[in-house]
Structure formats: structure tokens, C-alpha cells
Nanobody
Framework: QVQLLESGGDLVRAGGSLRLSCRAS????????MGWYRQAPGKQRELVAQ???????NYADFVKGRFTISTDNAENTVWLQMNSLKADDTGVYYC?????????WGQGTQVTVSS
């Protein structure tokens, strides 16, 4: 079992920045993938960014150049730095971990971007 706890969501104006954090109950260095997804009202959950155990990153086209995913193995934490936020970035952001073919999810943190 892996527990994930997100924090950092907030209300921010368009153009602003936020940093989300996700703390895992197990060593993230052993996870196959760590990532962030988001779900806007009335829409399906979608991938935002992922990072593999060897540090390879993958970003959705709509966040490339604005968001950065990173890890702190000593703290078992995954970060999502979000810059140049847009109203379309509004949603609940979920942390995801994949380990041995199983997916684990956090409870989500709300990000609201006002235009």
C-alpha cells in the first residue's frame, strides 16, 4: 500500500504561480512512476506530468514550458511547480504513484485560477 498526501492548492490569479507537493508513505525511489493528474469540473481526469524512477519526465502539451515536476527522494516528496497559470488550469490536482502494476492516488488538492 502507498498513501499519498497532496498539499499546496490555492486560489491564485491568472499569471501567478503555485507549487504542489505530494508526500508518499513509501520510498518514491522505488516507484515505477510518480505523477500529477487533474480533473476540471465536468471533465475527465487527465495527465499533467510524470516522472520515472530514473528521472525521465513527461508533460502534457498544455503545460509544457509552464509546469515542472521534480522529486526529493530524501523527503519522499514529488513537487509540481506551476507557473504562468491560466483559468483553464483550474481543477483538482491528484498525485499518482505506480508500483508493480498498481496505481495509487491521493485525495486531491484544489487549484483555482481566477481570470
Amino acid at each position: 500500500q502507498v498513501q499519498l498526501l497532496e498539499s499546496g492548492g490555492d486560489l491564485v490569479r491568472a499569471g501567478g504561480s503555485l507549487r504542489l507537493s505530494c508526500r508518499a508513505s513509501r520510498l518514491i525511489s522505488v516507484m515505477n512512476l510518480m505523477g500529477w493528474y487533474r480533473q476540471a469540473p465536468g471533465k475527465q481526469r487527465e495527465l499533467v506530468a510524470q516522472i520515472s524512477s530514473d528521472g525521465v519526465t513527461n508533460y502534457a502539451d498544455f503545460v509544457k514550458g509552464r509546469f515542472t515536476i521534480s522529486t526529493d527522494n530524501a523527503e519522499n516528496t514529488v513537487w509540481l511547480q506551476m507557473n504562468s497559470l491560466k483559468a483553464d488550469d483550474t481543477g483538482v490536482y491528484y498525485c499518482n504513484a505506480e508500483l508493480w502494476g498498481r496505481a495509487y492516488w491521493g485525495q486531491g488538492t484544489q487549484v483555482t485560477v481566477s481570470s
